[in-house]
């Protein structure tokens, strides 16, 4: 686990609160959302061949698109109640629960990892860890599409959709990410921003999407 196991702790509970309303909030939120469907057609295409994790995959829309543009994908989440959500929405599809600082995978066994905002609840001393077992999972080539908020500020949620909740919601600054990326041995390929969709669609924060690639042995 995290070095601090209660922050993991209330990140799962918290989830596991709000589970359905958050499925039923954003579960169709790609069909609002070009150029995220863009991005992840492009990951489906660069991936083909291999399997690829959903990380912090939520009720699964992130999954179900990329099936649906043919990659061989399952999902992983560390809530159950969300883990529940995802397998009614998406029969078919596989979903595991599971630990992004402790990933129940072997190593090199994906050719790629979609994290979409997985990574902005983690509290940052322990971000360099997620990402060490993302490139352990990942085998030579394999690639990595994240996504996070841009900005410089730790906001505080006690609740969603008015539900009790403990949690941290981290702006990231794409510079630091980036280099924290390159020190696990991540070269980055591309890296993309766009500003926010309408506030009837998406929290009002400027949006970054990296590429990354485990070099090849």
Not at 180 to 196: D, K, M, S, Y
């Amino acid at each position: 686990m995290a070095e601090d196991p209660s922050a993991i702790d209330s990140i799962r509970t918290s989830y596991d609160r709000v589970a359905d309303a958050y499925a039923e909030a954003i579960f169709d939120e790609l069909k609002e959302k070009p150029f995220d469907r863009e991005q992840l057609a492009r990951f489906a295409a660069a991936t083909a061949g291999g399997r690829v994790c959903d990380m912090g995959c939520g009720p699964g829309q992130v999954a179900r698109f990329l099936r649906e543009a043919g990659a061989d994908v399952f999902g992983l989440d560390l809530s159950p109640g969300m883990i529940a959500e995802a397998r009614r929405l998406n029969p078919g599809i596989e979903f595991r629960e599971g630990d992004m600082l402790a990933l129940p995978l072997e190593d090199g066994s994906l050719a790629g990892i979609a994290a979409f905002y997985a990574i902005v609840n983690l509290p940052p001393e322990v971000r360099p860890r997620a990402f060490a077992e993302m490139a352990r999972a990942l085998g030579p080539g394999g690639r990595l599409l994240l996504t996070f908020h841009i900005g410089g500020e730790s906001l505080g949620v006690k609740e969603l959709w008015g539900r009790p909740i403990t949690m941290n919601f981290y702006l990231l600054d794409p510079g630091v990410i980036r280099r924290e990326l390159e020190e696990t041995g991540f070269a980055i390929e591309e890296h993309l921003e766009r500003e926010p969709y309408s506030p009837k669609v998406e929290h009002q924060s400027r949006r970054a999407y990296l590429f990354a690639r485990k070099p090849e042995e």
